[in-house]
């Protein structure tokens, strides 16, 4: 028997909430994208299943949409409207949404959002800030996404030091609390799923698994 489709429920269609919509759309995710901006429930409406224009703050037009059923609710109602995003994530939580995902912009409003029943507080801002200043301070950082909290996905440049040298030989996770989960080949740009006997070529990219700050430590120690 096929797998149903994931839904999914975004509300609020600034940029982020747009990119949320249109990237698990483009994933195969049934997307529901909602916001009480005519204009921008239109710009969005080609890319996902179904986009409707109302007010999110309002519990009978929340129930309606049978958040219960849904797989995740987004709410990603931008800093302009703090309280609507406090409120539509309240409701979302009161209707039976299993896993609510809430967007906030400092730390008071995520700690609020938490306590009105967010499963999940993201700070897309934030996370930018940090990996962006990770990649200007350490230049051989190419990349990084969050897993979990505190958790890191980092693609780097093999340092120099690291050269010739195989994963068993380096001791990455006893030394730095960091471990290889795969290799981008130099010039093929092929992935490849390393072993203790891997070793480290000139122009590799090694991506890390690791706890925030362990990768800059490190490249500073390297």
């Known amino acids: 028997m096929a797998r149903q489709k994931q839904q999914a429920i975004v509300i609020g269609l600034g940029q982020f909430g747009t990119s949320v ?29 179904e986009a ?14 049978s958040p219960e059923k849904r797989d995740v609710c987004v709410c990603a109602i931008g800093d302009e409207a703090k309280d609507a995003s406090i409120i539509c994530t309240a409701l979302l939580r009161q209707a039976g949404a299993p896993r609510v995902i809430a967007r906030a912009n400092d730390e008071v409003h995520a700690r609020i959002l938490k306590l009105v029943g967010a499963h999940q507080v993201v700070n897309p801002e934030r996370a930018f800030g940090e990996r962006f200043a990770s990649q200007i301070v350490h230049e051989g950082i190419k990349g990084e996404m969050q897993l979990g909290e505190g958790v890191l996905l980092t693609e780097v440049e093999t340092p120099e030091p690291f050269l010739g040298r195989s994963l068993g030989e380096l001791r990455l996770p006893s030394r730095f609390g960091v471990t290889v989960v795969a290799i981008r080949k130099h010039g093929t740009g092929a992935v490849v799923l390393p072993d203790a006997e891997t070793t480290l070529a000139e122009g590799d990219a090694i991506v890390l698994v690791a706890r925030e700050g362990a990768v800059a430590k490190m490249m500073g120690k390297t």
Do not use: H, N, P, Y
Request: with cysteine; net charge negative; glycine share 2%.
């Open 52 to 65: 409707m224009c109302f007010d999110a703050t309002d519990l009978e037009a929340v129930t309606r949409l």
């Open 21 to 49: 919509a249109r990237a698990l759309a483009s994933r195969g995710v049934e997307v529901l994208a909602i916001d009480s901006v005519e204009e921008k429930v239109q710009a969005v409406s080609a890319d996902v299943a």
